[in-house]
DNA sequence: GCATATATAAACAATT
DNA sequence: AAATTGTTTATATATG
């Protein structure tokens, strides 16, 4: 009978979220864009260029200002936020960056803020600067500017539907229909949130329990957006009625946090030994971050106080804690949050494009199809010996991000808020890294990369479940496992395995069977699984040759997830058996692969940080390490591993692209043993 | 439209 | 007897 019907009732959601619905392909536009841009010519890439810094810029102070509002739980937020998307996005080439695109990056409403400065900014360029030269393109953009706007909009919608985004507050999410907006805008916002509404509809919006925003498609997404209006009017108007649970549930969720911040390692805003309460800030007396110019500085207030003792009681009558402070706290967290992945995210934007512009700046297809296409014809034709995957690199290098850095342990998201947590804050020292490196990573360094994500954000992880289970498998020391242990490693290694149980196990049980590749051993104890590598190669070929449209799917698959997980699994996964391939090899045969990359570095990075986080032991070196490499054209090579080492960080200089490609070679032999 | 690949669901059998 | 583990069938989607 159907065991896991328990665990089942548990993800039943996300099943569907992922599984099923969200096939409709977001991204179409994107495999234009190998090509694509490439009419642009220069100067539309200087202007986003620029527009990517000032964005960046603006963002930070944004960014800045909004943090500086927020105290204690800010650092949760700090700590956690899992989901940052491993992906992709930063592969994209600066030059194809399309309005789509655009859209996925900037999803936040606060976002919208910065589009709308940049294309103020942009304008003026276009008129100062460029317009003789531009002329008619100078048009073209605007429109595109236009365009990008809707798209985020709608693309706003997407993501709250799919838990992407993490739940935005009712009232920025209207608010960004009305008009993009800006730090004044926001703080406008907060009034209404604040003001007149009773604190319980802010609450209400803070959870994001009301909205229509969930629901639907993009295609009624105005509609949406309409009848979020309304509620917004209404509750200014002061009629509301929040269960009083909701109060609990936000008092617990508020506290949850300050406990957590003196619990757990990570507090970014306080000093570490001396932290004092959470009420600490009120004495402050010289300076309180939410005081300021003589008016209180919380979100929407902006009350005047003569001195800080004014302030100081100003504070604890009108922000005490109550459902109100609670849900603009929760609010403002959401923005940080936001702003910070935000800005992650056009940090690493800015870099690939900067990298891109320096390193080949009339070349522009070396990006997206590199990858896989190229690599993939040269590919194929080892494939027949043995990968045909080849052409995951591309994706997955995509999709990493890298990342990680986070600092926090995390995790508090995803146990206690039911959507998704997102954010990371990686901010700081990741971003640095160039994104030279994400563009080629291979898959296998995908995974190691982001095992840390994956261990802790709910994402699906863009592997199809037989390459997950060979992975798991070829892990293990003796290269089998019981089914029972299959699925420990896939609930150790992926979140989202440990949320969405009974299908996926179904799912696996059903792979292993089905699958020649794989081959069931009986034991003494019991049965073990093990894998037929050369039949697991020969059902590959017919998969993917590389196509475009595939490297497409992979990108906007893995930026978002949320396409047709399968799918992106699919793709993805030839990428993993390239990963896996080398852990198959017998430890002499590994030593071989590190030589060329200094995988164990990133690995070993990778893991450090992880460490500090909350990971397990999990990954093992060896396989990961490996894996980074792979595949062909010499110089695409190169640029994976430096890619891989970027993201590292540290270190490390790409050398032997040479190498690698041996590896490659010896592999397939070993694997076939 | 067909073939293939994957995911998901579910029924059912075999084991533990 | 219940839970696990395996097999198998069916359906849906995406791609070539």
């Not at 993939?376 to 690199?393: A, C, I, Q, W």
Request: hydrophobic share 30%.
């Amino acid at each position: 009978m159907m065991v896991e019907s328990a665990s089942e009732t548990i993800r039943t959601t996300p099943s569907n979220q992922n599984g099923v619905s969200s096939q409709s392909d977001v991204g179409g536009g994107r495999e234009g864009g190998s090509n694509g841009d490439t009419n642009g010519e220069i100067s539309p890439v200087d202007l986003l260029h620029l527009q990517q810094q000032q964005a960046l810029q603006a963002a930070r102070q944004f960014l800045l200002q909004q943090a500086s509002g927020l105290n204690s739980p800010g650092s949760n937020e700090v700590k956690q936020s899992p989901v940052q998307v491993p992906v992709s996005m930063a592969m994209m080439s600066p030059q194809m960056i399309t309005p789509q695109q655009m859209q996925q990056i900037l999803s936040p409403p606060q976002l919208q803020a910065l589009l709308q400065q940049q294309q103020a900014l942009m304008l003026q360029q276009v008129r100062h600067t460029h317009a003789r030269q531009l002329g008619s393109k100078q048009l073209a953009f605007q429109q595109q500017l236009i365009q990008m706007q809707q798209l985020q909009q709608q693309h706003i919608l997407n993501l709250q539907r799919q838990g992407l985004v993490p739940l935005q507050p009712t009232a920025l999410t209207l608010h960004s229909f009305s008009a993009a907006m800006c730090p004044s805008d926001l703080q406008q916002l907060w009034k209404e949130v604040s003001g007149v509404q009773s604190s319980e509809d802010a609450l209400k919006q803070a959870e994001g329990l009301d909205l229509s925003t969930n629901s639907s498609n993009s295609t009624s997404a105005f509609a949406k957006a309409a009848s979020a209006h309304i509620p917004l009017h209404s509750l200014v108007n002061g009629q509301s009625h929040t269960p009083k649970r909701d109060r609990a549930r936000l008092f617990e969720w508020i506290s949850s946090f300050t406990k957590s911040d003196s619990g757990d390692d990570h507090v970014p805003f306080y000093p570490k030994g001396g932290q004092p309460p959470s009420s600490h800030h009120e004495e402050h007396a010289s300076s309180h971050p939410l005081y300021g110019h003589g008016e209180c500085k919380w979100p929407g207030c902006e009350a005047l106080c003569e001195d800080m003792g004014q302030f100081i009681k100003h504070l604890n009558n009108e922000h005490a804690l109550d459902d109100r402070s609670t849900a603009q706290c929760r609010v403002q967290m959401q923005v940080v949050q936001q702003l910070e992945i935000q800005l992650a995210k056009e940090s690493e934007r800015l870099q690939a494009m900067m990298t891109h512009l320096h390193m080949r700046p009339s070349e522009p297809k070396a990006f997206n199809q590199p990858l896989n296409l190229a690599s993939s014809g040269s590919l194929l034709k080892r494939d027949s010996d043995m990968y045909p995957e080849g052409l995951p690199h591309p994706p997955t290098s995509a999709a990493t991000p890298i990342t990680p850095l986070r600092q926090g342990p995390s995790v508090i998201s995803s146990s206690s808020l039911h959507s998704h947590s997102h954010s990371h804050t990686h901010g700081i020292g990741p971003i640095r890294r160039r994104n030279s490196d994400k563009y080629c990573t291979p898959i296998a360094s995908e995974l190691a990369q982001n095992c840390e994500f994956y261990k802790n954000a709910d994402v699906r992880p863009p592997f199809t479940y037989a390459s997950l289970i060979r992975h798991a498998i070829l892990e293990s020391p003796d290269r089998q496992l019981t089914l029972n242990e299959i699925y420990n490693w896939f609930t150790r290694k992926f979140a989202y395995f440990r949320r969405n149980t009974a299908t996926w196990k179904n799912a696996v049980r059903h792979n292993l069977s089905l699958h020649k590749c794989f081959v069931r051993v009986e034991n003494v104890k019991g049965a073990v699984w093990t894998v037929d590598e050369v039949e697991y190669q020969k059902r590959r070929p017919p998969k993917m040759t590389g196509s475009p449209t595939l490297v497409k799917n992979m990108i906007s698959g893995l930026g978002f997830g949320s396409l047709n997980a399968s799918y992106q699994a699919a793709l993805a996964e030839s990428s993993l058996s390239l990963l896996n391939s080398p852990s198959l090899m017998t430890p002499s045969a590994a030593s071989l692969n590190m030589l060329h990359v200094g995988h164990d570095d990133v690995s070993s990075t990778v893991e450090q940080v992880n460490s500090n986080g909350s990971c397990s032991p999990t990954l093992s070196p060896h396989q990961y390490s490996h894996q980074v490499h792979v595949k062909e054209e010499p110089t695409e090579l190169e640029d994976d591993s430096r890619s891989v080492s970027l993201l590292a960080g540290v270190t490390r200089n790409l050398p032997l692209p040479s190498d690698e490609r041996d590896l490659e070679e010896d592999l397939p032999t070993e694997e076939l043993e």
